[in-house]
């Protein structure tokens, strides 16, 4: 169970950095808060800081793909061997006999 809260909490924070990552990318209408001053882009060179922005959100969306198949298999798995959720045989209630 340790793991599924180890993993939850590594898939917040890939989403947490997914987030302003993907804010500063610049648009193909440069209409984005990318081509705001272009300050994040300077950083990393004219053209050279959107190939690194494309590959960051790459790998961190694979991350996030992954991550959340992995942690919506391992709580079905967890839920499935509860000992809450067993099937359990229905309840058959015989009809009444009436006298005649």
Not at 66 to 92: A, C, D, E, F, N
Request: aromatic share 8%; glycine share 14%.
């Amino acid at each position: 169970m340790i793991i599924v809260g180890l993993l939850t909490a590594l898939f917040v924070f890939v989403c947490l950095l997914m987030i302003p990552l993907i804010l500063l990318q610049k648009g193909k209408g440069s209409m984005g808060l990318g081509s705001m001053g272009g300050s994040a882009q300077m950083l990393f060179g004219g053209a050279g800081g959107q190939d690194l922005f494309q590959k960051m959100t790459w790998i961190l969306g694979a991350l996030f793909m992954g991550g959340s198949l992995l942690i919506s298999i391992m709580k079905t798995h967890h839920y499935s061997s509860s000992r809450y959720l067993t099937k359990q045989q229905p309840i058959v209630q015989e009809a009444p006999v009436l006298p005649e």
